[in-house]
């Protein structure tokens, strides 16, 4: 962390240096929407249970990839309305509280299935 740059305005690092080692792997996930894998419909509410189902989802493709959320390294958010960005980060904080992943939040044009919020992330494992 350095104090040449700005303070991180929410529950992220301004970056994240990682000692990959010659045995870790790098994961990508692909964006997670806030659809149940139990119905795959999109969950009923507003950013913020969407936001809960979005890195509900991260977490399962994460642990099945032999990650879990403190190996993330980097997070991207899209949000279809950028005005729900504290909303959005009520949420984020209770999952990312310590160490935090370096993070980009934007809104979109347009996410799929009309959700409200959409996540992705780099992490690292063995």
Known sequence: MTDKAPKAIGPYSQ???VDTFATSYVV???GQLPVDPATNNMVKG???EQTEQVIKNLIAVLEASGADLESVADVMVLLADIN????MNEVYRQ???QDCPARVA???AALPLGAKVEIRAIAFTE
């Open 15 to 17: 970056a994240v240096k």
């Open 28 to 30: 990508f996930t692909s």
């Open 46 to 48: 507003g950013i913020k």
């Open 84 to 87: 729900d960005f504290a909303a």
């Open 95 to 97: 999952y990312f509280a």
């Open 106 to 108: 934007f809104q979109a």
